[in-house]
């Protein structure tokens, strides 16, 4: 099996190790991640910049069977780039794509906003199953264990499933115990109070992404944050078809 | 009404111009639009670095009567910014976000990667109706009278249907003569040979995003791509829940 692996943190922050040392178990993995982080960076993808891939030496991660490179490229970025520039263009040969494991939640609205979703969601596009792993805390320096005890599980689990085409899985982890592994709806939610404001040394205004999170449904029992919030794990279907079918 | 122009081509561009002026009979313009090209850019966000927004006058292009700024955020961050920095964080008060017209087609999988399409379910988390309008042509010097023709009239009935919270519009005209309007889905499609590959000055090997465009349903007739080849204009119900339901 050949695993590819991304994630938008960019390569080197624990999340990325955690998930890339879990996958050694399960075939040949190849890692392209971007070289510094990219929240928010959804699907974004690089239109007429250059765009470079490096070698990286995974043996001080202890992932020196791991193949591995960064680019200055977007997590969506680092699919296209795996299936033309390492597979010749084959995505059949990418059994895998794994992303993560983000170091914050991707439930709910964060779907769209997520690097780490947007490259699983381009690796639906080519028919190659994706899973998007995400862990509840954005601290670097969090207890990844529960993540790495559970991921194989449900990998596997989910790779038996056959992902029919254009869906991939986002996964998110409750923080602290686990009480179990729940199938979950995206929850409807927006951000408010989303600017900072500041003045910069010119004297111009300047401002800064920072939000408020507001659930619409808190009372739902189905959802994704209803399930982080009652500690178990959320496994959310997620498609590349956003035909709003109710409409039509 | 206050209606709310973006895009994800930049200010200036023939698109934006071409609709803000369309947009100045239903009531007060304000655009905020990307200081250049961010097409690609998706719902990607700007995370942890400085936004600013420059007011700009209309006069020269017959927009006197708008409000227009531009910034070095995305078409996405054009969306938080209007409604935290111009109306003090309250949503309500835009009645209308319109975005283009894009120069190039945003139906099928390209939705997952407009810029264009990436500010209107923004505006859709937020409440906000929004309509994304592309034009099928690359062009900056394309004849987009036949867009200017209708979209008054699409504005005004999908304005009508009071879109339900969560969904917005992916509007996309065809080249050339208009037979009709048509109410699609989302094609099933992806791009293939994405990477052209060159040599820089030092000799390193750099990509750059290129691609061919498959469609995988090309017999369907109630698809997106099916309207825009049969000369009708497509619209699109899109939704912010990406939650593939069939599998729950």
Known sequence: MNILITNDD?????????????????????????????SGAGACITVNKPMYLTRIDGAEHGLSEAEI?????????????????????????????????????????????????GACL???????PAIGYSYDDHAMDVDLSNAEKYIPEITRHLLEEKMPYGVC????????????????????????????????????TYYTLIGTFINHEPDATDTDLHALANHYISITPTSIDLTAYQLL
């Open 10 to 38: 960019g390569w080197g922050t624990p999340g990325i190790l955690t998930l890339a040392r879990t996958m050694l178990a399960f075939g040949h993995v190849i890692v392209i991640a971007p070289d510094g982080p990219r």
């Open 69 to 117: 490179y960064t680019t200055n490229g977007t997590p969506a970025d680092c699919i296209k780039l795996a299936i033309n520039a390492l597979f010749d263009g084959d995505e059949s040969k990418i059994d895998l794509v794994v992303s993560g494991i983000n170091h914050g939640t991707n439930a709910s609205i964060n779907v769209i906003y997520s690097g780490t979703m």
């Open 122 to 128: 381009v690796a639906a596009e080519h028919g190659i």
């Open 169 to 204: 899985y986002n996964v998110n982890f409750p923080v602290g115990a686990i009480e179990g592994i729940q199938w979950t709806r995206q929850s409807r939610a927006h951000w408010t109070k989303e600017l900072e404001p500041h003045t910069d040394a010119e004297g111009r």
